[in-house]
């Protein structure tokens, strides 16, 4: 029976097996390391920059053919046939154009009449006020003074009236002491011309200079007493009104990885994609409701659909070894080295499916866009290839303008950012995500 004295030492034994150790390594060492190692996959960054030109270029110029396809359309009144009622309302017309068949000629006798009789303003019937509203149902977020102006301006038409200095025509037989060279009549008369709206002026403004005047015709209705009245038209509700909007965001995505903490393993070198490789291109879609709040606020809702992709390369080394590297130091030390070290590359691909609430506020309008920020989230989850909870905070700033009378073109640079973190497949990294893009829309 052999003695603890007797066994020969571990290291004598070691070193008697390793005499005869070839340094140097078998043909196909190399071939048998890399087999299993995928190989790694090259980006042609011109051709990725060729896509993103191409894609650029293809976006300005569809956008500039449909808003040279779709101008922008002024808002016009709907075409209201006038009602005799209305007709008969209207002041007379001047006494050089031609008389209507049903009102006869006058003779300049006629015209006079008591200057006791107080002068009616002539107002528009009911039927016309309604009739200068447009029918569109449709809202938009441009400022309202200057849209209305227009609206006034396009669908309110009166008949100028006569100038005052051609109904102002005595006859000597009937003011025998008029005089038509006099100073006072210049006065007048210049006075008359200087006054922009023709209510003030009245037959006690013209006798208090101490003039006997005839009694003038009545004057068309201000363009003021106009306006007031269509202020108060309930026309006003249509901002009211909710539309309808679809949207597709093309996006690069971004993460931040923290790997997990594993007594077992042990990950290291996380490379990512490059900045604009193809692994980060993403989509988004929405389509949901849009409500007007107020003058400068609107909420909109609705459903959220992304897609995000990732891929990232890193070292994976666990305890167990596999295998053991032997490095020489000097003669009596032997350097003994895990060989469990293996690059790792994964790509995968996220499905997103959740809510999304913003809150729109109006900056103000140009002469063809309206400019506006948003700011929101979206509420919901991972359906592929994990299942978890999450959520994103979402913000942009968008111009918009009109292709047609009831549709919308919106272009909104977005970012997002994730609150959630997501794991991979293996659990071995948590990856948060943010993402950057462009988002094309059309509201109705």
């Given at each position: 029976m052999n003695t603890p004295e007797d066994e020969q030492a571990w290291d004598d034994?070691?070193?008697?097996?390793?005499?005869?150790?070839?340094?140097?390594?078998?043909?196909?060492?190399?071939?048998?390391?890399?087999?299993?190692?995928?190989?790694?996959?090259?980006?042609?960054?011109?051709?990725?920059?060729?896509?993103?030109?191409?894609?650029?270029?293809?976006?300005?110029?569809?956008?500039?053919?449909?808003?040279?396809?779709?101008?922008?359309?002024?808002?016009?009144?709907?075409?209201?046939?006038?009602?005799?009622?209305g007709t008969a309302r209207k002041s007379t017309l001047p006494s050089g154009s031609a008389s209507s068949p049903t009102t006869p000629e006058r003779s300049p006798s006629s015209t006079l009449v008591n200057p006791d009789q107080s002068v009616?303003?002539?107002?528009?019937?009911?039927?016309?006020?309604?009739?200068?509203?447009?029918?569109?149902?449709?809202?938009?977020y441009r400022s309202p003074g200057?849209?209305?102006?227009?609206?006034?301006?396009?669908?309110?038409?009166?008949?100028?009236?006569?100038?005052?200095?051609?109904r102002i025509r005595p006859t000597d037989a009937t003011y025998p002491d008029w005089d038509d060279s006099s100073t006072d009549l210049v006065n007048v008369l210049t006075e008359v011309a200087s006054v922009a709206e023709p209510a003030p002026l009245t037959i006690g403004r013209l006798q208090h200079l101490g003039l006997r005047l005839p009694q003038m015709a009545p004057p068309a209705a201000p363009i003021s007493a106009q306006q007031t009245h269509l202020a108060t038209s309930p026309a006003v509700s249509r901002r009211r009104r909710s539309?309808?909007?679809?949207?597709?965001?093309?996006?690069y995505s971004y993460r931040r990885i923290s790997p997990n903490t594993n007594d077992e393993v042990y990950i290291r070198q996380i490379q990512s994609s490059r900045t604009f490789s193809s692994d980060r291109i993403g989509s988004r879609i929405q389509i949901g409701k849009e409500w007007r709040l107020s003058q400068r606020i609107g909420l909109r809702a609705g459903l959220t659909y992304g897609q995000l992709r990732t891929s990232m390369r890193y070292r994976l080394r666990t305890l167990p070894t596999d295998s053991t590297q032997v490095n020489w130091v000097n003669d009596q030390t032997v350097r003994l080295t895990p060989m469990a070290d293996r690059p790792v590359a994964?790509?995968?691909?996220?499905?997103y499916v959740g809510l999304n609430t913003d809150l729109i506020v109006s900056l103000g309008s140009g002469q063809l866009w309206s400019h506006y920020l948003t700011a929101g989230a979206t509420v919901g989850g991972y359906v592929a290839p994990v299942r978890r909870q999450g959520a994103f905070l979402q913000a942009s700033y968008g111009i918009e303008r009109p292709l047609t009378s009831d549709l919308w073109l919106r272009i909104e640079p977005s970012v997002q950012y994730g609150l959630n973190a997501v794991s991979d497949r293996r659990n071995l990294c948590k990856i948060r995500p943010y993402t950057y893009g462009l988002t094309i829309s059309f509201r109705k």
């Open positions: 034994l070691f070193r008697q097996r390793l005499e005869h150790y070839e340094a140097e390594p078998a043909a196909d060492a190399l071939g048998r390391i890399l087999a299993g190692t995928p190989k790694p996959v090259r980006i042609n960054r011109r051709r990725v920059a060729g896509r993103v030109a191409v894609s650029l270029l293809l976006l300005i110029g569809m956008s500039w053919w449909a808003l040279n396809r779709w101008p922008m359309l002024p808002e016009q009144p709907a075409a209201v046939k006038t009602s005799p009622v009616a303003v002539n107002k528009p019937s009911v039927r016309e006020r309604e009739a200068t509203f447009p029918t569109n149902n449709t809202f938009s200057k849209s209305r102006q227009a609206r006034v301006a396009g669908s309110v038409r009166y008949r100028q009236p006569a100038t005052y200095r051609g539309s309808v909007y679809a949207s597709v965001m093309a996006l994964v790509a995968g691909r996220y499905h």
